[in-house]
């Protein structure tokens, strides 16, 4: 039954072909035959057998909320209450969250199981899981390749079928980008439709959560559980949430697909180029029109990123100071000692990068040529986008430039593994919602399309995405030795 989906799976938990707590079993035996994938950091299974079982009294009454009994996981950058809460670090290696990150929360209520806190780069910062205190995660296509990041654990647990979908964050591309490079589906909504409270903060005008999937179906399912206003977070937006699973089956008949062409010129290999050519061919097939769209300022996204991620990282991250929670090193000799030595040994080499980056953007004197400089580029690439947005329903791209590199292969050079983002970044510059779905093979490493809408539009990605997992069965392909 693993390599159901969740729409499947939700389906046979009524028809009564299996129980939750048989189908939390079989996950939870799953996840401990692969633990060479090193996805999971935490795994919950007393707590998820219990509340398996409140899942199956519920399903017999027979109005139980449709993911009832459906077991996930979570990115352990969601507070999860009395649960080990690491972010990845080491700082927050003895950190057990005090209450629920409102995507746990609103999950919860929705009736899923949770089954354990995924693996990720530590607190949410690279392209390839390697920076995470817990090691590296292993993509199940080849092993000895990443996963992505930052949601690296989501993604190869969804891929290798030890959950059926997981809640993953996306800053400059952590849920697509792995997504891709793993062959599931992933969705980053609009900034301020899913809650952040209880998400630990990277960039805060960046981060927003979303699901990870193996189809656009079940995208639809999970998303509708986590999005909508919380008074909780100042930046969630009070507008309705509509029924994102209503109109996947609308026709694509007349649908117009953007094609920037900054994302086809010569940065892009032939490979990766011509499998993006192949699904759009599929859309084209489906009666939709393409349009090429011009976005000059694309090509400041990852500069300017650079500067806003770090920046705000290096506020957010003062907060680990030693003194409230999180490590503190021994026998300080005064609060400076306290400070220096807690913050050098909790934070590993690339968060203590950005910080320094971030906190060297904001001093006075260098604020008005950063961080300035890099917010009105921000608003050029909104402007951008919304220009393009006025003639096109969505855009389509490539997700990543390549598919899955080495491990090792790019972490002597970070520029290199910044540039892992260079599709993916703009949006969230932006704050628009972007997906990633399976669309192809190169070297048996799977790929991404990219389908980017306009604000709140995630019901048209859903619908366009879904039309083309009709077509095509990409994102049913399972990895060798996992199906
Ligand atoms: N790879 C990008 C970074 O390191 C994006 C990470 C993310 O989206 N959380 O900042």
Redesign the pocket.
């Known amino acids: 039954m693993h390599t159901k989906t969740i729409a499947q799976l939700a389906k046979g938990l009524r028809a009564g072909d299996y129980s939750s707590q048989e189908l939390t079993a079989s996950y939870l035996a799953r996840i401990k035959q692969h633990t060479e994938l090193n996805s999971f950091i935490t795994v919950t299974e007393e707590q998820a057998l219990t509340v398996a079982k409140q899942a199956d009294m519920a399903l017999a009454t027979g109005n139980a909320p449709l993911l009832t009994g459906i077991p996930i996981a979570h990115k352990d950058i969601f507070c999860t209450q009395g649960v080990k809460t690491s972010c990845g670090s080491k700082m927050l290696d003895n950190f057990i969250a005090p209450y629920n990150a409102t995507v746990v929360e609103k999950l919860d209520t929705a009736g899923t199981v949770s089954l354990g806190k995924l693996n990720m780069?530590e607190f949410?910062?690279?392209?390839s899981n390697e920076t995470s205190f817990y090691g590296a995660v292993h993509n199940p296509w080849a092993s000895n390749t990443v996963p992505g990041?930052?949601?690296g654990g989501s993604a190869a647990a969804v891929a290798a079928r030890l959950i059926p979908g997981a809640t993953g964050?996306?800053?400059?591309?952590?849920?697509r980008?792995p997504a891709a490079l793993c062959g599931i589906t992933g969705l980053k909504p609009t900034y301020g439709r899913v809650s952040r409270f209880g998400m630990i903060a990277?960039?805060s005008s960046?981060?927003q959560g979303g699901p990870m999937t193996q189809t656009a179906e079940d995208a639809a399912l999970m998303l509708q559980a986590m999005a909508g206003f919380d008074a909780q977070d100042s930046t969630s937006v009070e507008r309705e949430v509509p029924d994102y699973s209503a109109g996947l089956n609308n026709s694509l008949q007349g649908l117009k697909i953007g094609l920037p062409k900054e994302f086809f010129d010569d940065g892009l290999n032939n490979d990766m180029a011509s499998c993006i050519e192949t699904a759009i061919n599929e859309y084209k097939k489906m009666g939709a029109e393409i349009i090429e769209v011009s976005m000059p300022n694309l090509k400041l996204a990852i500069p300017a990123?650079y500067v806003i991620?770090p920046a705000e990282c290096s506020a957010n991250l003062s907060r680990m100071d030693g003194v409230r929670f999180g490590h503190r090193c021994t026998d300080p000799v005064d609060l400076n000692d306290l400070y220096i030595r807690s913050r050098g040994e909790g934070f590993g080499t690339e968060v203590k990068r950005r910080i320094l980056v971030g906190t060297y953007a904001l001093s006075e004197g260098y604020y008005d040529a950063y961080y300035i400089k890099a917010q009105k580029i921000r608003r050029l690439i909104s402007d951008d986008f919304k220009r393009a947005l006025q003639e096109v329903d969505v855009i389509m791209g490539p997700v990543s430039p390549s598919p899955a590199f080495g491990i090792g292969e790019k972490t002597s050079d970070p520029i290199e593994?910044?540039l892992?983002?260079i599709y993916?970044?703009a949006i969230?510059l932006a704050g628009l919602p972007a997906m990633s779905i399976p669309a192809g093979f190169i070297d048996n490493k799977p790929i991404g399309l990219q389908i980017i809408g306009n604000y709140f539009a995630e019901d048209k990605l859903l619908n366009v995405a879904h039309q083309y997992q009709q077509v095509t069965d990409w994102h049913q392909q399972t990895p060798q030795g996992f199906a």
């Not at 964050?169 to 849920?175: A, N, R």
């Open positions: 780069d949410a910062m690279g392209s990041g930052s949601s964050t996306d800053t400059g591309g952590s849920i980008q990277y960039a960046l981060d990123y991620a593994m910044y892992a983002d993916t970044i969230n």
